[in-house]
């Protein structure tokens, strides 16, 4: 089995925190977007994975495609870099990957979270992976024939398709199938806004017979924006707890302060006068000091004295003194 993530952008919707790390590697619990994203597709596939290759921008840099090729590793997998330097499509990102297209994949787009737990479908061809939404006029959905086959996907419909909404992840049992589609699109100039989509590769399947079902998560979390992120973080730490896993480092000192579960906090982290929670991710080598924080993300080496904080979204190497209350800091900012 192989998974192919398509990176795209570093996400302009969540700077500055993107400016100097790509936003896939932006951590949530305490871990990059990613790699649980490449971890819980693992989880669900529940078989060998082979390869994961990465698609990005070549701008990434070196230090970049050695994080991700070491997301691969931690899996037993080969990790292999593609690049994609022209924003022309998801289509064509994906065939930016086309020496690795061959053979049972998982493609997966590398802005969302989920929890999911249901088995492949021998019988399909493709599983695309769904979430059941309340405003299915706002996504694009799958809509199904009388044997919960898909047979076309629509976009932002006005009136009623279905309310299982595309997430961005995709099974093929052989995604070559794909590859093959997807070169006639791009082959035939096939474009949709200006850009080759892997839909219109998908519908090009449907039509030649192929039989698509879905899978459905139990959760879809987004990273599209500060807000949602902070958000995500949030839930992704409630469900942590419930799987039981150890979210507080050993390595943290702690002096006169409370920590209200859940919370990630990571190695080297130092508590004073502080109370820390629920729901908040302080990465290694964080200084909290005579200061309040919940609901909130904040990644490595942050220095926060005199703080109430609530909603916060704080980059590495940042030093916040005062007493806001919802804030959106970048990498080695400096309030006082």
């Known amino acids: 089995m192989k998974i192919i993530v398509p990176m795209a952008g570093r996400g302009s919707r969540l700077r500055p925190h993107t400016l100097t790390i790509p936003k896939p590697l932006i951590p949530v619990a305490g871990k990059p977007i990613v790699h649980r994203l490449v971890e819980d597709i693992a989880g669900v596939l529940n078989q060998e994975i082979e390869e994961v290759a990465f698609i990005i921008h070549e701008s990434f840099g070196e230090k970049v495609e050695q994080d991700l090729i070491a997301i691969a590793e931690k899996l037993g997998a080969r990790g292999t870099i593609y690049y994609q330097n022209e924003a022309l499509g998801t289509g064509h990102a994906i065939m930016c990957a086309k020496d690795s297209l061959s053979g049972p994949a998982v493609i997966a787009y590398a802005d969302t979270l989920i929890r999911a737990d249901f088995e492949l479908d021998p019988t399909a061809d493709s599983v695309i992976w769904v979430k059941q939404i309340e405003n299915p006029e706002a996504f694009g959905v799958v809509k199904l024939n009388a044997n919960n086959e898909i047979i076309e996907l629509v976009e932002k419909p006005q009136e009623f398709v279905s309310d299982l909404a595309v997430i961005g992840i995709y099974y093929f049992k052989d995604i070559a199938v794909l590859k093959q589609e997807l070169q006639n699109v791009l082959d035939n100039n096939i474009q949709n806004g200006g ?17 698509f079902k879905t899978g459905e998560v139990s959760a879809w979390m987004d990273c599209g924006n500060k807000n949602v992120t902070v958000e995500t973080n949030s839930r992704m730490l409630a469900f ?25 906090i990571g190695d ?30 904040l990644q490595t080496h942050v220095h926060i004295k005199n703080a109430n904080l609530d909603n916060a979204m704080i980059g590495n190497h940042a030093s916040f003194d005062g007493n806001f209350t919802s804030i959106s800091i970048g990498d080695y900012s400096v309030l006082e």
């Open 240 to 264: 942590l707890a419930e799987d039981k896993e150890s979210l507080v480092s050993p390595k943290v000192k702690i002096e006169n302060s409370t920590i209200i579960e859940p919370c990630f």
């Open 268 to 297: 080297d982290v130092v508590l004073i006068n502080a109370t820390v929670g629920p729901n908040v991710s302080l990465g290694n080598g964080c200084h909290v000091i005579d200061s309040s924080i919940k609901n909130s993300l």
């Open 195 to 211: 850009e080759y989509q892997i839909n219109d590769g998908i519908k090009n399947m449907m039509a030649n017979g192929k039989i």
